[in-house]
């Protein structure tokens, strides 16, 4: 029932796509998404040498034999690699399927550089305008992800219900929605506003193989829908976790702070102490809105099927009313 045109194209049984999450999509967590039959992307800004990314790939390779794909990042960040060196590993390497994200699409040479080498290339956006240039550029697929979202919103503020039916209508190549979707009925609703599949990165947070700390989940498994907050509307607006972290951010924002002391709370090397070592509050974790209606810690596995099972529920009670 849940074969889609993205399933086809990336060789995948779900229409789930694990989205990337810098410090937490390595090797491992990657292998783990795709072989629970979605697709697991590796967020290649984890690796700060083309030997260190090489090796991630060859360790997700020894993991699983499934298809999995490899982020690009373009957002600003406080230790850049060079995205078309890390692109030439990925071709030594046979990595197939490249995602990038970002402020903007990547520059045209790279694009080609995609193209010629026949990787599916997927672009991940937050509305139709950066949609639009994608497919220009020759995207495969565009994610669109709203603004309940975990991780950065964009500029647009739209919600999922209306920016997803927006950009499926909008554009030609297939289109992967998210923001928010955590269970089966959300993969219904995206799929029937336009999506050929779902991307899920809050919800995949809690779960057995992701890496972070226990406390952490356990923290995550008591939010509610209210506990998330917009921050850094003044360099990168992002949806987190509401913690000392992210309010002392807002707070510091509102007064006119500028990059450097905002970076001093929102550094990666903070949000790792939250992630890594339990210290909840030294620094920031996004998380969407969908963390309401999170209260458990299943395999990955167990995530995927029981989603695609309400899923499944979810179409048949449709059909019957
Ligand atoms: C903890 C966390 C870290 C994230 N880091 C990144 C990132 O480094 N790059 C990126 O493109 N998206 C990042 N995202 C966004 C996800 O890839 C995905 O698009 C988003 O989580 C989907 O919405 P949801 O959180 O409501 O499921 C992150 C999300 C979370 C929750």
Redesign the pocket.
Known sequence: MFETIITKMLGIKYPII????????DADFTAAISNAGGMG?L?S?LYQTKDEFAAAIDRIRELTDKPFAV?L?F?PAQFPVSQSEYTEVMIDKGAKVV?T??HGAPPEELCKRFKETEMIWIH?CTGLRHALKAQSLGADIV?V??Y?????TGKYDLG?LAVVPTVAKGISVPVVG?????DGRGLVAVLSLGAEGV???????VTQECPIHESLKQALINATELDTMIIMKTIATH?VWINNAATRCAEIEASGAGFEEILNIVSGDNAKKVYFEGNLDAGI??????IGQVHDIPTVKDLFDGIIAQATEVVTGLAKS
Request: with cysteine.
């Open positions: 694990g989205g990337t999450m810098m410090s937490i999509t992307i967020a800004i982020n990042n957002f995602e994200s970002g991940k994610t992800v709203g309940e979202m975990g991780g950065a999922t998210g923001g928010g979707v955590v991307i899920i990165g809050t919800r995949l947070l949806r974790v996004p998380c969407g809105q969908g």
